[in-house]
């Protein structure tokens, strides 16, 4: 059974700094599209970033760039989020996805579709 578990998350304030980590169980490796997703009650899911293991590169939507970075530790199966410079607007449950391994693809992208496991998320709440 594939697990995805999220932390690191908690409350900081404007300007603060988190790093959230996701690793990954039951999952032969983390060699696919791994991505960070956000979501607000009431809002639709957004894409934050992701990490493309084939071809070692990251990704971020307009929501992360400039401020998070995407990191890996493939021996731990884990991805980590350290975002940067928060700010209010960054409140959310956050949640990291997985595309199956074995599924080929031709590259990641922040189409929620693409992925097939989620984590239960974990709460980052920045105050002012």
């Known amino acids: 059974q594939v697990r995805l578990v999220e932390s690191g998350g908690g409350s900081v304030q404007t300007g603060g700094s988190l790093r959230l980590s996701c690793t990954a169980s039951g999952l032969a490796n983390i060699r696919t599209c791994m991505g960070w997703f956000r979501q607000v009650p009431g809002r639709a899911r957004e894409g934050v970033g992701f990490?493309?293991?084939?071809?070692?590169?990251?990704h971020f939507s307009d929501v992360g760039k400039d401020r998070f970075t995407i990191s890996h530790d493939m021996a731990k199966r884990t991805m980590y989020l350290q975002m940067t410079n928060l700010n209010p607007e960054d409140t959310a449950t956050y949640y990291c996805?997985?595309?199956?391994?074995?599924?080929?693809?031709?590259?990641?992208?922040?189409?929620?579709?693409?992925?097939?496991?989620w984590g239960q998320g974990t709460q980052v709440t920045v105050s002012s």
């Open positions: 996805a997985a595309r199956n391994p074995l599924y080929n693809i031709d590259s990641c992208t922040l189409l929620q579709n693409l992925y097939n496991y």
């Open positions: 990490f493309d293991s084939v071809g070692g590169t990251t």
